[in-house]
């Protein structure tokens, strides 16, 4: 990245960021930490903005500080994606799983290619239910591979990006939590997206935002 001059209403350095983070998620769901909450804001909120002005593209917002556990998170992913009736449940043929799985097209309007889901002050419930958040990273990153590599569907590529301070930096550092390995199910020996998917672990990248 290139240093150019700050921009008047931003906090970062760098002024043309949002192509290099874009590019990031080619390939990976980032994990973008800060220890200022006004940064942390500017980057979710411009990132999103420079999303939504792509082609092909979906945006999917969803503010983590009105999440305390699974129903208000599904509550702000039925505002997020419109698509069938949610259950208060992350398995079955109508939990969040499938409501991510779900396609959403209007009549006359070109399918979107890409869906970027964007958990602003993701630890804000990291802090509250650190299983559950496990659980609903595990559901965006398994529910993306399978996309990429088992669905014979017109091919939708999900990434999630999760923005927070210090304690998502550690959650992303431990070796257990699900930005590091799939979620195991109780009983099982082997973790179910990485049997679905043949991928060994989420592609889950760290991402400084107090370098910009």
Known sequence: MSALSRQPESPFAIADWHADVTQLLDEHHLVAVSHFPRRKLHFASSLGRFLSSLRDVEVCNLYGRYIDDLDSFCDQLEHALPGPTLDRRIDGPSGVTALLRHRHELRGKVASKYRYYIWHDADH??????????????????????????????????????????????????????FQQWAMDEGHDEAFWEVVTGIEKPPVLKYSIDML
């Open 125 to 178: 419930l990291l802090e509250r239910d650190r299983k559950l958040f496990g659980r609903l990273v595990d559901a965006f990153a398994g529910v993306a591979a399978e996309a990429e590599y088992c669905d014979d569907d017109l091919l939708l590529i999900h990434r999630a990006v999760f923005v927070g301070g210090p304690l998502l930096d550690l959650y992303a550092e431990d070796p257990r939590g699900q």
